[in-house]
């Protein structure tokens, strides 16, 4: 899993119910351009691990926002990357425990 | 390390055209002359060097390295550039641009990237902004592009993998032919002397298939269960 899709997961899974995320915002909180943060959109919602939906009701003053919600494979998906980056992380940085009975 | 001098160079930021660096590269050396003296992090390793001798730090070297590759500071300079062509409709330009670049299977993005331009209450995006937006707007297109291109290469490369038949084909066809091109230069002797080729020709073809199936994560259907006699 690429970092752009961690923190897009990051955004969307804590984003509250009420107010979910959408294009503008999970590029403004994850910090990538909308350049790279659609083309993961579109991926991830071809890859069920988010579901989108359009505001309702239509706005009178804008263009209706496409929100993003995360679904429970995309949670798996996210749970699955974090636990394999943290053991990478404790593999490279960790050193080993020092034998017993040797100074 | 040159490009990074070039970049320098190039810079149409006045305010960071403060570093002019000369790189040695035989001695990997890096002479910086500090215009306005605002690299602190350059030191001087030896007091017997002449004082604009300088080994620059690592640190530095990603530090500048950052300044001068950074696409937003770029894709601002662009944006400038193009507020300034394009007027007022700049923004909705590109983004009508992007829209038809993206194509008609991402035809929703539209008004997606409309609500985005549109800002949140409070929050509006300057028209600046509005312009990167827009520019990453005709990225994304491209990049929309690429990704069903490349599915769309997938498809026949994933039909192969996906059926037993086809992919004997691949295995026992490129097999075939080097045997029977063996066989009509060297004659059946060069054959038994050449043995290896063939079976090397269908383990690589054979490791190919296998390697994209892992890849694609395809899997061919189960081979039907052969009839009990009688």
């Known amino acids: 899993m690429t970092l752009i899709t961690m923190d897009v997961l990051d955004v969307v899974m804590n ?6 995320a959408w294009g503008l915002r999970i590029c403004e909180e994850s910090g990538h351009g909308p350049g790279s943060i659609y ?8 890859f069920g691990w988010l579901e989108d939906s359009w505001e309702e009701p239509q706005p009178e003053d804008r263009p209706r926002r496409r929100y993003y919600t995360i679904t429970s494979a995309g949670r798996a998906a996210y749970r699955e990357a974090n636990a394999a980056r943290d053991a990478r992380k404790s593999a490279s940085w960790h050193l080993a425990p020092r034998p017993e009975g040797r100074a | 390390m040159k490009p990074l001098c070039l970049l320098a160079a190039a810079s149409p930021d006045p305010d960071d055209a403060h570093v002019d660096l000369v790189l040695d590269p035989d001695k990997l ?3 910086a002359y500090l215009v306005q003296g605002k690299s602190a992090s350059v ?8 004082p604009s001798s300088y080994f620059i730090s690592h640190t530095h070297y990603i530090e500048v390295r950052r300044r001068w590759y950074n696409p937003n500071k770029w894709l601002r300079v662009l944006a400038g550039r193009l507020g300034e062509t394009l007027g007022g409709r700049a923004p909705r330009s590109l983004t009508a641009f992007a829209t038809l670049l993206a194509g008609r299977k991402h035809s929703a993005s539209r008004v997606e990237w409309l ?4 800002g949140e209450t409070g929050h509006q995006l300057g028209r600046q902004d509005q312009i990167v937006a827009a520019l990453g707007f005709v990225a994304a297109a491209v990049r929309f592009r690429l990704e069903d291109a490349a599915d769309l290469a997938w498809v026949p490369v ?3 993998l996906r059926s037993r038949f086809l992919s004997g084909i691949f295995v026992t066809g490129p097999v075939l032919a080097v045997v029977l091109a063996i066989v009509h230069h060297d004659g059946r002797y060069g054959m038994v002397l050449n043995i290896q080729d063939p079976f090397c020709v269908g383990a690589c073809t054979w490791g190919a298939i296998f390697g994209l199936r892992k890849y694609r994560k395809v899997k061919p259907p189960e081979p039907k269960p052969r009839r009990a006699k009688g």
């Open chain 2, 43 to 50: 030191s001087q390793t030896n007091e017997n060097r002449t």
């Open chain 2, 158 to 160: 994933d039909a192969v």
């Open chain 1, 15 to 20: 984003a509250p119910a009420d107010d979910p």
């Open chain 2, 115 to 118: 609500a985005h331009l549109a």
């Open chain 2, 29 to 31: 050396r890096v002479d």
């Open chain 1, 39 to 46: 083309p993961a959109l579109e991926r991830m919602l071809r």
